[in-house]
Nanobody, 117 residues
Framework: QVQLVESGGGLVQAGGSLRLACAASGSLFGINLMGWYRQAPGKQRELVATITTRGDTKYGDSVKGRFTISRDNAKNTVYLQMNSLKPEDTAVYYC???????????WGQGSQVTVSS
């Protein structure tokens, strides 16, 4: 079992920045892909960014050039640096990770990010 705990959400004005962190704990052998997804009220959960153990990254179109995902494999932690935030970035942000030989992904509890105009 893997537990994911997010931190760093909050309220920020448009144009501001926030940094989210997600720490994984528990049985961590074989953790591979880690990432962030978000869900706004009334909308489907969508990809924000993912990162492999090698550092290969993928971003959702709406955040490219503004958000940066990174990870510290030694600390089993993934980060999301969010710059130039917009009101449409307001959502609950969820951390997700995959583990070798485990078919289902693990999810964090979610962290609220609110961007005021």
């Amino acid at each position: 079992q893997v537990q994911l705990v997010e931190s760093g959400g909050g309220l920020v004005q448009a144009g501001g920045s926030l940094r989210l962190a997600c720490a994984a704990s528990g049985s961590l052998f074989g953790i591979n892909l880690m990432g962030w997804y978000r869900q706004a009220p009334g909308k489907q959960r969508e990809l924000v960014a993912t990162i492999t153990t090698r550092g290969d990254t993928k971003y959702g179109d709406s955040v490219k050039g503004r958000f940066t995902i990174s990870r510290d494999n030694a600390k089993n932690t993934v980060y999301l640096q969010m710059n130039s935030l917009k009101p449409e970035d307001t959502a609950v942000y969820y951390c997700k990770c995959h583990q070798d030989w485990v078919p289902d992904a693990y999810w964090g509890q979610g962290s609220q990010v609110t961007v005021s105009s």
